[in-house]
């Protein structure tokens, strides 16, 4: 099992920058891909970006504005947020599963962060 805790969301100004973090802890050596969820109030739940396998891939309304990373062992990820726009308000959550491809339903959640993006 693998637990899953984000921290670093907030409310900042529309061009303003938030970094998330994602702690693991549990069985982190069977972690294989990462990522990262938002869901804004009355939408639909969106992938905004994940890593695996030397691959990484972002939504395209947030590609040039948000990073994903991790350290070397998985304990951490992150989520650098630049300008940010008011439709990135959404609770965001972090995702983990053992699969290094093809993952359709991550096997690990975090309790969520909320981001909030005044204009």
């Known amino acids: 099992q693998v637990q899953l805790v984000e921290s670093g969301g907030g409310l900042v100004q529309a061009g303003g920058s938030l970094r998330l973090s994602c702690a693991a802890s549990?069985?982190?050596?069977?972690?294989?891909?990462v990522g990262w969820y938002r869901q804004a109030p009355g939408k639909q739940r969106e992938l905004v970006a994940n890593?695996?396998?030397?691959?990484?891939n972002y939504l395209d309304s947030v590609k040039g504005r948000f990073t994903i990373s991790r350290d070397k062992v998985w304990k951490t990820v992150y989520l650098q947020m630049n300008s940010l726009k008011p439709e990135d308000t959404a609770i965001y959550y972090c995702?983990?599963?053992?699969?290094?491809?093809?993952?359709?339903?991550?096997?690990?959640w975090g309790q969520g962060t909320q981001v909030t993006v005044s204009s």
């Open positions: 995702v983990a599963d053992p699969s290094v491809y093809g993952v359709k339903e991550y096997a690990y």
């Open positions: 890593t695996s396998g030397g691959s990484t």
């Open positions: 549990g069985d982190i050596f069977s972690i294989n891909a």
